[in-house]
């Protein structure tokens, strides 16, 4: 008899297969709440879990950026576990400062969701326009002279001045401008009718003007 040294093996596989909620990040690139005008940014809105989320929507405020509700979409990078959409804004403007939320969706037992959120303030100099109602009046007509002035930080301080005089200034005279917006201030002066209120008027919102 001869004996067999051969080592014998049996193997059996198993299949481990984990579930889990959704579970949503969303990111940017470059990094940092405040960015300035002019600027590009990515945002990434990941959806993960297992089952494979089937919805994702990027938002901004309240508007709709990407939703996503299954199947094919060229737009959205999908893997065994997660599902991805990359938006890029080339140029920031004012308008894009906003909160940006990412929303997923998946069927574990039941419907589960999960969100994240970004906050973006777009930054910039100050920009002032200086209007009047009328550049020629007759001396009975009076005259409704408009300062805007916009920035990335909305402007601290606007001043209005007739031939170098200060006529008006925010905040001081708090009635003089008000917030359009979160960007902007609108301030509104009406010059009595008469020769007086001739003049170059200008206005100031700190330290860029405009002439008019």
């Known amino acids: ?69 299954g199947g094919a979409d060229s737009d959205i990078d999908t893997t065994t576990y997660h599902i991805l959409y990359e938006h890029t804004v080339s140029s920031l403007t004012l308008d894009d400062t906003a909160k940006y939320t990412c929303e997923g969706e998946n069927i574990n037992g039941d419907v589960k969701s999960d969100k994240a959120s970004l906050d973006i303030v777009v930054i910039s100099k100050v920009e002032v326009t200086l209007t009047a109602s009328n550049k020629i009046p007759t001396k009975e007509e009076s005259v409704t002279i408009t300062c805007i002035a916009t920035g990335g930080r909305k402007p601290h301080s606007v001043e209005l001045k007739r031939d170098s005089t200060s006529i008006k200034s925010y905040p001081s005279d708090s009635g003089f401008c008000s917030s359009t917006n979160s960007s902007s201030l609108q301030c509104t002066y009406t010059a009595t009718a008469g020769y007086a209120s001739g003049g170059i008027y200008e206005c100031i919102g700190k330290k860029q003007r405009c002439k008019q």
């Open 1 to 69: 008899n001869t004996i067999d040294n051969t080592e014998k093996l049996s193997e059996h596989v198993l299949t481990l297969t984990i579930v889990g909620d959704v579970e949503v990040t969303l990111t940017q690139n470059p990094i940092g709440t405040e960015l300035n005008k002019g600027s590009s940014v990515t945002f990434t809105c990941k959806a993960e879990g297992n089952p494979l989320p089937t919805k994702l929507a990027l938002k901004k405020g309240d508007q709709d950026i990407k939703t996503y509700d």
